[in-house]
């Protein structure tokens, strides 16, 4: 399977962030979900790479940045690791793409952490209350039970979890990177530590503030998405001024892996109009 490598680092107050740049022009970050990683962004970085310059990170505790016991890894630290990132890397006014938790995290920034930005871009988002899959919800209220799971029933579980996400059927190869860094005794713990440290008051906070958005904003939402249903994005467009809603035909939460073409596509051109505008 081709990767998306990301070879360089960052020190955050949270460890070591892996991350990397791709491309040259107007400045995109990219900000993956849970239980995901900064790899689900291939597809759609091949494409706006032609004509932007797109950073791609792995929040803290997911893909290839640190794990460690004793870590935050809510919704509130990864809006403050982006800011963090977003300073360092001197980006003035990016435009910011979040999907599931990445989308709390890049409105958090802006929102909560005040980090100036050119426009906002949601992909099936975590930010309205409740939130959490039937599953993600079960391992929320008994964490240690399922830590002490076999790691190969682990496994198992997590691969039939993250299959629900998908509209089609995910192949081995990304079946197998989307769950090799929540294997071994570390990558367990790390699983069930992000869920242990679900943030719905992150959630509830943001809601408040959203009439309050002064930036373009525009929400992609899989027309299919199990995990986050369309109707929170329509409700998410009706509170922020002037946000526009694109619904993707045969995509579930992961849009970027169903229709890779369409969510490039579709974002190019809202990129475009968004950078037209001056």
């Known amino acids: 399977m081709r990767e998306l490598t990301l070879a360089q680092r960052f020190n955050s107050d949270q460890g070591q962030i892996a991350y990397d740049r791709f491309g040259d022009g107007p400045d995109v970050v990219l900000v993956h979900g849970t239980p995901f990683r900064g790899l689900i962004w291939r597809d759609v970085v091949d494409r706006l790479s032609e004509r932007f310059r797109c950073h791609v990170l792995d929040l803290p505790g997911y893909g290839e940045s640190d794990k460690y016991e004793g870590q935050e890894v809510r919704l509130r630290s990864f809006a403050r690791v982006l800011t963090a990132f977003i300073v360092n890397q001197q980006l003035e006014k990016p435009v910011l793409i979040g999907h599931d938790f990445g989308a709390a995290a890049v409105l958090g920034a802006h929102l909560v952490e005040a980090v100036p930005v050119r426009a906002i871009a949601v992909v099936d988002g975590v930010v309205l209350s409740p939130w959490g899959t039937e599953y993600a919800r079960l391992v929320n209220q008994a964490p240690e039970t399922f830590n002490a799971l076999p790691g190969y029933v682990h496994q198992a579980i997590l691969a039939a979890h993250i299959a629900t996400a998908a509209e089609r059927p995910l ?54 998405d199990q995990w986050v249903p369309p109707a929170v994005g329509r409700r998410l467009v009706e509170l922020i001024p002037d946000a526009g809603l694109t619904l993707l035909p045969d995509a579930g939460h992961l849009a970027m892996l169903d229709t890779p073409g369409l969510l490039a596509r579709e974002l190019g051109q809202w990129l475009s109009e968004v950078h037209a505008s001056g």
Do not use: N
């Open 171 to 224: 192949s081995t190869d990304w079946k197998r990177a989307l769950i090799a860094p929540w294997m071994g005794p570390q990558g367990q713990a790390a699983y069930h530590r992000q869920i242990q440290q679900f943030d719905f008051a992150y959630t509830d906070r943001l809601e408040t503030l959203y009439p309050a958005m002064d930036v373009p904003t525009r929400v992609f939402w899989g027309e299919c």
